[in-house]
């Protein structure tokens, strides 16, 4: 087959559905150009978390599960993904606190080309089948309330599914509850820490009449916050006033996922090789999270649990993860209510995320 051009419009089609992949607070970094008869991905500089994630790996795992969404769109589209070439990653060194915090099994990779330099480029032909999880896109989001009553054999399922890329799926209800417990620990390393939380607060959509509600971050309605919840969260977790509570002690309870991870019918420990590149891990990681949704069922990634590194350290040692791979995320996982979800989560219009060059 010969390689095949896009024009724009083709493009932005290709990248409605591509955007619909998974990132870090939904910052949505990726940004996409035609380059010859290649799709080139970029990475939009004002799109980072330089104190969460300073070393920009959790950037490059987006980065990363936008390629996979768009190999997925241009299979739908009829077209096979050619061969991707990714711009090789640097290492960065770091001062910050987050960094040093950062898990020793987890790459400190970030992109060290500029914001014109194209993180990886998509070569493309004609006459490609759609792929298997691609009516998953869709019907994808992050459910972050209590889940319903699940089926143990859709559990056994999904299982089966993720034994051969070696992730861990945990059933056993004293492990959850172990692991709920250490999540509010590990999420107190990090948002109980007042620049941690300014950063966060930025991406948090409390209101409707935020210009940014449906365009990016994590509104409300996303969070699956019910109106008590809201209307004490708008006071309580704008950064003047949850700092006063955090030096009250008083904040860990404003931030507590206890109840709601230990409603979940399993935990996913999502592991990858441990010298992957993180690119790798988000295309990956994006598949991982559309074979849950093909099962049936919901999850919620719970990523202080492998940012923290006593929490990492201690799930690797009770699971016994091999040497050469590292824990990246966990999810909860279990039923949703129905009618699931009921509102795509926001993103940005695909116009906007095609660029000249």
């Keep these: 087959m010969s390689p095949v051009a ?20 939904n910052i949505q970094p990726a940004r996409w150009s035609i380059d010859g008869a290649r799709i080139a991905l970029r990475a939009d500089p004002n799109r980072a978390l330089p104190i969460a994630d300073p070393t920009g790996h959790d950037v490059r795992v987006s980065l990363g599960a936008s390629c996979e969404g768009m190999a997925i769109a241009l299979a739908r589209g009829g077209y ?17 606190s987050a960094a040093a915090s950062a898990p020793p099994s987890m790459p400190t990779l970030a992109t060290t080309s500029s914001a014109s330099s194209p993180i990886a480029w998509i070569s493309l032909d004609r006459g490609a089948r759609p792929d298997r999880l ?36 945990v059933r056993d209800r004293a492990r959850i509850r172990e692991l ?30 935020d210009p940014r509600w449906d365009r ?14 809201l209307a004490l969260g708008r006071v309580l977790m704008a950064p003047p006033a949850f700092e006063a509570m955090r030096k009250l002690g008083l904040a860990g309870p404003l931030i507590s996922e206890r109840s709601k991870i230990e409603s979940a019918a399993a935990l996913v420990l999502f592991t990858a090789p441990g010298n992957e590149d ?19 069922l919901a999850l919620c990634p719970i ?13 690797r040692r009770l699971f016994a993860i091999a040497a050469g791979r590292r824990l990246v995320n966990v999810f909860r996982v279990g039923a949703a209510p129905a009618g699931f979800p009921r509102r795509l989560t926001p993103r940005l219009p695909a116009e906007e995320l095609v660029t000249a060059s």
Excluded: K, M
């Excluded at 989001?141 to 089966?160: E, K, M, S, V, W």
């Excluded at 990523?303 to 799930?315: C, G, K, M, R, V």
């Design 134 to 169: 691609a009516a998953s896109v869709l019907r994808r989001a992050a459910y972050r309330g209590n889940f319903a009553r699940t089926d143990p054999a859709t559990i056994d399922r999904l299982a089966r599914a993720l034994e051969p890329a070696e992730h861990v799926v």
């Design 303 to 315: 990523s202080a649990l492998a940012d923290s590194t006593p929490a990492n350290d201690e799930i």
């Design 80 to 96: 096979v993904a050619g061969e991707v070439e990714v711009a090789a990653p640097g290492i960065v060194a770091t001062e910050s």
């Design 6 to 25: 896009l024009g724009r419009a083709e493009l932005v089609a290709l990248v409605d559905e591509a955007r619909r992949a998974p990132s870090v607070h």
């Design 216 to 229: 990016d971050g994590l509104n409300a309605e996303s969070l699956a916050l019910s109106g008590v919840e």
């Design 278 to 296: 993180p690119f790798d891990t988000g295309r990956s990681f994006y598949r991982a999270w559309l074979e849950v949704t093909a099962s049936g």
């Design 180 to 209: 709920a417990r250490l999540a509010d620990r590990a999420s107190g390393e990090f948002l109980l820490d007042p620049g941690y939380w300014r950063e966060t607060w930025q991406w948090l959509r409390l209101s409707r009449s």
